[in-house]
């Protein structure tokens, strides 16, 4: 994973941005976590990111709309979205988008990393 140094979660379950940032920082990657969209976005300036990591369903602002804000701003950083709610039609919109991947939850930890780790050598 050397190409990538800097990975952004966000996700508004407490205990699963915090597995996320246990997992992803134990890859060696330095990982910034954000309780909501809003609160990325308010620091997004201020931080270089390799890679987002999102919930799609969060309250406030969701990780597509996200996602949307982010390519209008010309932030082409790599999105991977992540969800509880499976959802066919929101996953086509993202992946036509441009989104690098989706899993729906509970999703097994090793897919995540291999994603990750496909985008650094890409």
């Given at each position: 994973?050397?190409?990538?140094?800097?990975?952004?979660?966000?996700?508004?379950?407490?205990?699963?941005?915090?597995?996320?940032?246990?997992?992803?920082?134990?890859?060696?990657?330095?990982?910034?976590?954000?309780?909501?969209?809003e609160a990325?976005?308010?620091?997004?300036?201020?931080?270089?990111?390799?890679?987002?990591?999102?919930?799609?369903?969060?309250?406030?602002?969701?990780?597509?709309?996200?996602?949307?804000?982010?390519?209008?701003?010309?932030?082409?950083?790599?999105?991977?979205?992540?969800?509880?709610?499976?959802?066919?039609?929101?996953?086509?919109?993202?992946?036509?988008?441009?989104?690098?991947?989706?899993?729906?939850?509970?999703?097994?930890?090793?897919?995540v990393i291999?994603?990750?780790?496909?985008?650094?050598?890409?």
């Amino acid at each position: 994973m050397s190409n990538l140094r800097s990975i952004a979660v966000v996700e508004d379950d407490a205990s699963l941005l915090a597995a996320l940032e246990n997992l992803i920082g134990s890859h060696g990657l330095d990982v910034h976590g954000f309780a909501n969209a809003e609160a990325f976005l308010a620091q997004r300036d201020s931080i270089e990111i390799d890679c987002l990591i999102t919930d799609v369903q969060m309250a406030g602002m969701g990780g597509v709309e996200l996602f949307l804000t982010m390519r209008r701003n010309g932030d082409t950083t790599p999105v991977i979205f992540m969800t509880a709610f499976e959802d066919e039609r929101i996953h086509r919109q993202v992946m036509r988008a441009g989104a690098a991947a989706y899993f729906n939850k509970p999703f097994d930890c090793e897919d995540v990393i291999e994603c990750i780790e496909h985008l650094a050598i890409k």
